[in-house]
């Protein structure tokens, strides 16, 4: 009985196996039980003699089962570990970061260096009314600078009488809220989001300028110039830039002046200060004295200029980019290779 059960409880395969033999040796009714029950049936000799001796085999079956239990559970341990180990001498996998888009960037830039020369920011609504859009700006419904801007109109339903609205072709909305807001003396810049019907290599539909808007006593297209050069030198690194002003025409300021950068495409990259293209970045001029009324400044009283930047043409000059779209494609890959995302 010892030897078969040792050796059963040595080979058992599992803890449901062991359980088995624990009932067929030990249990109620298992052999070595059995076993016991005789011994009343024994003279006292033959007790004495066979008792211990059943009790010591039940005692050795319990251990040898709990020893072969342990057993069990070490192999089943060792397996586990077998499969979850870990190799710490392997690299880390790396995440990547997310970064500022770059007109984000620039928007930044061009926002510190305005603000070193004391203008601060002021901001305005992307979905504007025709007045502050247009009317306020000098540009009464049946200009053909209506048309020219490809503008988006909002969607009206019947019988909505509120005054049409567009998205803002340009900045210079913020013009006028600004000064009727805060009143002259001002100083300030306005980024932001813009929108127009429009789509090729240098125009998207929805691109970001920056409003400049200097109003004293007596300032001058001088202070004009002298700011833009100032910037683009800051913004561009170099300590000389050659820039074109342009006699032009917006209804909202007189007179008006278009600014061009040198710049020059080689193998499809923009190179600034070199070359014989240019690439026209903002328009200019002395804040009409209509528009100055309209935002309820006297305009015996004061003057100043104003400009509306792109800020994507910079940030294209400044990168040496040649497709304005790929800006707002979000595509990873591009991001990467011009450095803009880990
Ligand atoms: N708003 C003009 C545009 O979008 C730019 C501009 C701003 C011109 C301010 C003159 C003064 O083209």
Redesign the pocket.
Known sequence: LRQKYLELIGGAADEAALEDLRVRAIGKKGEVSLAMRELGRMSPEERKEAGPRLNALKDEITSALAAKKAALEDAALDARLMTEWLDVTLPGRTRRAGTIHPISQVTEEVTAIFAGMGFAVAEGPQIESDWYNFDALNIPGHHPARAEMDTFYMARAEGDNRPPHVLR????PVQIRHLEAHGAPCRIIAPGRVYRADYDQTHTPMFH?V?GLAIDRDISMANLKWVLEEFVKAFFEVDDVELRFRASH?P??EP?AEVDIRCSWQGGTLKVGEGDDWLEI????MVHPKVLAAAKVDPDQWQGF???MGIDRIAMLKYGIPDLRAFFDADLRWLRHYGFAA
């Open positions: 072709t340009h900045t210079s300028q409003e917006f909202f300021t008006s903002l328009g200019s001029g104003a400009f509306g």
